[in-house]
């Protein structure tokens, strides 16, 4: 039987040392500061904004919600989002993307200021995850999962780690965080010819795919460590991730389930990212 990794018990032990980080930022008269950017009002953008709010302000990070109109134009838009960018009260941005059909999210990636790209999105910081540049901030969920290795104690130099998904926000740059920390990393993706034995033969196997219960028990190794990143919704219409988690488990050494697992970190990560954002930039 697996043992559970639990999302909020990371969460908790980042909360800790996160309310500290503010207090001695505020000792120095900086009051870290995020804004939350957001076209229209999809219900999962609202959801994760509830909870990055609450993240916030349970360990002091001050939230300014910047929501704008579904129909905006791209123009309009482009001045919102100067107006954030250049207010030096503001140190961190989080932009709810894809955002609708007619926007096009290309220009203000190339203008976020690089400092105040708290979820990575900005290529100066891709640049800096790929090139191994400590400096640069990955995409908020990326990290999330080697926080969750890492509150586990599973060391990662040496292990054979298979990652399921190659997208800009989870598989790239968590490929590039694992090969940091000395993993040896196998990509995954649409065209892989045989992913079961890529998965077989991993230690750890994250799965970011974005398809439900897609990782059976015959795709994973005896004790392997599974962190499921997926967040999709089954055909009953429940929360569930890309692992099958009832079959995988009794198979596993370690597991993350959905919901409870990656999913709650995310916050935490991107209140440390406003953190170091708040002391990169002052007040
Ligand atoms: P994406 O659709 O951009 O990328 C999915 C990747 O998985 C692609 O590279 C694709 O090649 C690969 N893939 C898809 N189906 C596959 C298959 N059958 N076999 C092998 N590879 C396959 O998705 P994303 O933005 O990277 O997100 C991935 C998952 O993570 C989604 O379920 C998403 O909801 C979730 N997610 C969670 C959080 C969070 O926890 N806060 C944040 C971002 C994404």
Known sequence: MGVR????????????????????????????????????????????????????????????????????????????????????????????????????????????????????????????????????????????????????????????????????VVGKPLSMLLLRRNATVTICHTRTADLAAACRNAEILVAAAGKANMVKKDMVAWDAVVADVGINVDEAGNLCGDVDYASVEPKAGYISPVPGGIGSITTSVLAKHVVRAASALGG
């Open 5 to 168: 990794m639990k999302g909020a018990d990371v969460a908790k032990a980042m909360k800790e040392t996160l309310i500290e980080d503010v207090r001695k930022l505020k000792a120095k008269g900086i009051v870290p500061r995020l804004a939350i950017v957001r076209v229209g009002a999809r219900p999962d953008d609202l959801a994760y904004e509830r909870g990055a709010s609450k993240r916030m302000e349970m360990v002091g990070i001050e939230c300014t919600a910047v929501e704008l109109p579904e129909s905006i134009d791209q123009k309009a838009f482009e001045e919102e989002f100067r107006k954030v960018n250049d207010d030096p009260g503001i140190h961190g941005i989080l932009l709810f993307c894809p955002l609708p059909g007619h926007l096009d999210e290309e220009p203000v990636k190339r203008m976020i200021h690089p400092l105040k790209d708290v979820d990575g999105m900005s290529p100066v910081n891709l640049a800096k995850i790929f090139s191994g540049d400590e400096t640069g901030y990955a995409p908020c969920t990326a990290e999330a999962v080697i926080e969750m290795l890492d509150y586990y104690g599973l060391e990662l130099t040496g292990k054979r780690v298979t990652v399921i998904g190659r997208s800009m």
